[in-house]
């Protein structure tokens, strides 16, 4: 089945095993839903430590977070196809001190068994930086078919400054696949760009970072900071936060451009959708979350003036207002036509 989050009009596009162990599950790694060692900020990006002084009194650099490896759990719709997009990404944004540069990351993806030179597909998850780890905070599709998926891999990295220093950022990384044995193959990668901040973003961006129960990954809330994310979408968190605390995966940057499978343009690349993974702490793609939530956090957003919304569970409503597919099984999107 396709991805149903299509809009209604054009506007201008933007463009947008585990190889070396050590990498993977020591200066790198993933997590689903775990917490990293630098807690996030608000505004979705880790702050920035100092080094600490040694008992000696000679500076020791903080040690960068280190969470584990990202694991699909249950309830997932072809498993492995987000395990090798995410073994990508960890490959490509994470590697242990003096590992930097083209040539170690070609060599860390060939050690995955796939082409060396997606690693020059990398763009900002590889960062001229000594040292860098990072962290899967959640990989949900931006499209599944019988031979082809885009897998949006939602980062958050940690790198070395060049004083020691631990510097925050992340990025969304549209990892596409098809199908191919004994596992699918990897044959592009797009990471998100949102661009620089505006120079005055409207006082409901700053509402929306100042409310708790809406937790924003790095390039959703440079996506905000842009200025590119239209009000209806910026309302509708305000308003659906009242009654959810709700877990942003995908606002712009990183979505692919068209519905996948499809020449019809997305709503995200627009400015005007954004995806919930989790909701009051509950995965959606966990057989576990009761139904009940999502089904009433779908009607919720629909109430809240979206005209499209898909998840993973089956509302009966007028017109295309609701709709269920393989893709978004693991989450909920929430669209608007202006």
């Known amino acids: 089945m396709t991805c149903g ?84 990404v960890a490959a490509l944004g994470a590697w242990p001190p003096g590992g930097q540069g083209a040539e170690a990351a070609r060599a860390r993806v060939a050690a995955l068994g796939l082409p060396p030179g997606l690693a020059d597909q990398a763009g900002p998850l590889a960062p001229a930086a000594a040292e860098a780890s990072l962290e899967v905070i959640d990989a949900q599709y931006g499209g599944i078919l019988a031979d082809s998926a885009s897998v949006l891999v939602v980062c958050r990295q940690w790198t070395r400054g060049a004083d020691g220093s631990v ?41 929306v970072f100042a409310e708790p129960r809406i937790e924003l990954p790095p390039a959703a809330a440079a996506d905000l900071r842009s200025g590119a994310v239209h009000d209806s979408v910026l309302a509708a968190m305000l308003r659906l936060a009242g009654p959810y605390s709700l877990s942003v995966s995908v606002v712009r940057s990183g979505h692919p451009l068209d519905v996948f499978g499809t020449t019809r343009p997305s709503d995200h690349p627009l400015g005007r959708a954004f995806d919930v993974w989790r909701i009051d702490g509950r995965a959606v793609v966990d057989p576990a979350t009761p139904r009940q939530l999502v089904e009433s956090f779908m009607r919720d957003a629909a109430a809240a003036g979206s005209y499209n919304v898909g998840g993973p569970v089956v509302i009966e409503g007028v017109g295309n207002q609701f709709f269920t597919d393989d893709t978004h099984h693991d989450h909920v999107h929430v669209g608007f036509d202006s």
Request: hydrophobic residues 35%; contains cysteine.
């Open 5 to 88: 989050d299509g809009g209604r009009g054009t506007g201008r596009r933007e463009v947008l095993r585990a190889g070396a162990a050590a990498v993977l599950l020591g200066a790198a790694g993933c997590a689903s839903g775990a917490k990293p060692q630098a807690p996030a900020t608000s505004s979705g990006t880790a702050p920035t430590k100092a080094p600490t002084p040694s008992v000696a009194g000679m500076p020791t650099p903080t040690p960068l977070p280190n969470p584990p490896l990202w694991q699909p759990g249950p309830g997932e719709i072809q498993p492995d196809v987000k395990r090798r997009a995410v073994e990508l």
């Open 167 to 207: 510097v925050g950022g992340g990025t969304t990384v549209d990892v596409r696949l098809s199908r191919a044995e004994p596992r699918w193959a990897v044959t592009a990668l797009h990471p998100g760009e949102p661009g620089p901040a505006a120079a005055s973003p409207a006082p409901v961006v700053a509402r």
